[in-house]
Each structure stands twice: as structure tokens, then as C-alpha cells.
């Protein structure tokens, strides 16, 4: 995805649903939030299943990867009722996804014991745009089965963080960042100020705007949704997703997620990504991994 250049240290704004209240978390079923409405499926026959693709969640050439996966990520949900939980998604972004109506075939491959697996397909007329394979299972089995050596990001607090503030005259083409917020480590912005730094690594505090709590489905979206790390090497642009997996390891805790985007190695024209997303209990709560194509 493209993020467009950041601002200085904001203070809090309070995030609020329908009515005035923060609406709560969600298992895939009401729809309460922004997110939930723009992720929204409709049965329309055995294994098939329809989505009006918002255009708030586009960026540079598209839709967002993280917008759509989530997407898809419902309907291999409701086909597999009794697993509702994404645990490993593997997906290939195949052309530039846009608004409007889609389908989702899912055609589930095993449906047994604690995990189901399903492949499934969003296409906008004839032509594939995301082809899909997800292994479902229910997070709250073994969930005290907690052995990391991991550590969470290092981050100051949210209001000394730096917060995304895109120039509102390019309005739609980056109608994305107004679906959350994210404030970056102070120490990992200098590509918006001209002077990046080439670490391959991104940090920044991570929530959706208008008060929806993070659960399994949405850290699909969360993955995918920092800027590139690329602009730490100067490299500015939106950059195409090729490929990316994810790995849910536990339901999150309610509050600020901490996220880590990180690039090692450049080559061919792409890069890889690594992410890590940590919740307000410091356990890591998903990881991924992505190849995209260097920005144009």
C-alpha cells in the first residue's frame, strides 16, 4: 500500500460508533462497525457468496491486500461455521482489485476435527483477482499454550508517537487512511521528512478509527496495512502485493495493537515483508509474510 507523508504527535481522539457509543467486537456475524460493513458477504448459492467492495479502502491502484483478504476471509468463515477462526491464509493477488460488486467461491477441501481447509476465489466479472487458500479452526482451543521467545516492539506511547496525516487534497485515492489509525515509532519516520534512514523497518501503534476491538478477522486486514517498508530505503509508491500468508496465533486482546513491518532482503525488482502484530496483553497475535513488487 502508499501512506502518504506523516504529521507531528496528535492527541487523543475518542472513537465512536452509531448513537455515540464504541461499537463491540464481533465473531464474523452483526455487522457494528465500519470494517464489518465494508467486509460484509452475502450467501447467493452452495459455496458462493457476494461483497459490495467499498471504495473507503482504497489505495494507490486499488483496494487494500490486508481490505481484501479480510473479505475473503468471512466467507471461508461462514462456510466453515464451526471453525470460525482464520489460523494460516495463503494468498495470491493476481490483478488491481476495485469497488464495487464481487463474487467469492469457497469450496471447502476438509472439514474434520479442529481445522477445516478451504479454497476460495474473488472475482469481479471474469476476471480473478485473489485466489485463496485458508486452513479455519477455533482460537480458543489451547489458548494457555503459550511459549514465545519473541519480544514485543519497543514503543513510546501512543501520543508521543507520530500520527499518518495525508493531504486531504488527495482525497479517494487514499481513502484508506481514514479507516485507522496508526502512530509510528518518532525514530522510524525519516522517509517522511526526506531522510530515510534504509533500516528496513517500520513500527507503529495500530487501531481501527472508529472504536471496532480487534479480533481474528480483522489482523488480516492489520498485516497489510502499514506503508511499505521500501520507504525507509527512499523507495516511495504503492507496491503490489504479489503474495502473502498469514499465521493468526491467538485472539486478541481489546486495545492498540503494536505493529512491525520488517525487509531484509531486495532483489528482482520485489522485496519481502515480515510482520509481526502484538496486542495490548504482549502476546503475539499474527504474523506474515508478503512478496510485493518494489514501488514504480
Not at 476438509?110 to 479454497?119: M, Y
Request: net charge neutral.
Amino acid at each position: 500500500m502508499l501512506l502518504l507523508p506523516v504529521g507531528g504527535t496528535v492527541a487523543h481522539r475518542p472513537r465512536r460508533g452509531a448513537g455515540g457509543r464504541a461499537p463491540r467486537p464481533t465473531r464474523y456475524g452483526p455487522i457494528v462497525s465500519v470494517f464489518d460493513t465494508a467486509t460484509a458477504v452475502t450467501a447467493a448459492g452452495p459455496g458462493r457468496w457476494t461483497a459490495d467492495l467499498s471504495e473507503g479502502w482504497a489505495i494507490g491502484g486499488g483496494l487494500n491486500g490486508g481490505y481484501l483478504l479480510a473479505t475473503v476471509g468471512r466467507a471461508v468463515a461462514a462456510a466453515l461455521p464451526a471453525k470460525p477462526d482464520p489460523l494460516a491464509v495463503g494468498a495470491h493477488y493476481l490483478s488491481a482489485t476495485r469497488p464495487g460488486p464481487a463474487e467469492i467461491d469457497v469450496a471447502v477441501l476438509r472439514d474434520g476435527g479442529s481445522v477445516g481447509t478451504a479454497r476460495a476465489e474473488l472475482r469481479q466479472g471474469d476476471t480473478a483477482r485473489i485466489a485463496v487458500l485458508a486452513t479455519y479452526g477455533d482460537l480458543d482451543r489451547g489458548r494457555d499454550d503459550v511459549r514465545t521467545t519473541a519480544t514485543p516492539p519497543a514503543l513510546p506511547p501512543p501520543e508521543d508517537c507520530v500520527a499518518n496525516e495525508p493531504p486531504p487534497a488527495l482525497g479517494d485515492a487514499v481513502s484508506l487512511l481514514g479507516r485507522f489509525e496508526m502512530r509510528f515509532h518518532p525514530d522510524h519516520v525519516g522517509w517522511a521528512r526526506g531522510r530515510p534512514d534504509g533500516s528496513g523497518v517500520l513500527t507503529a501503534w495500530f487501531r481501527l478509527e472508529d472504536g471496532r476491538e480487534p479480533d481474528p478477522l480483522s489482523l488480516l486486514l492489520v498485516v497489510d496495512a502499514l506503508p511499505p517498508v521500501t520507504f525507509t530505503h527512499g523507495l516511495m509508491g504503492w507496491a503490489p502485493t504479489l503474495e502473502l500468508t498469514a499465521h493468526v496465533r491467538a485472539r486478541p486482546a481489546p486495545g492498540w495493537l503494536r505493529v512491525t513491518h520488517a525487509t531484509r532482503n531486495i532483489a528482482g525488482g520485489m522485496f519481502e515483508e515480515d510482520c509481526e502484530v502484538w496486542d495490548s496483553a504482549d502476546r503475539l497475535v499474527a504474523q506474515s509474510r508478503q512478496l510485493a513488487r518494489l514501488p514504480r
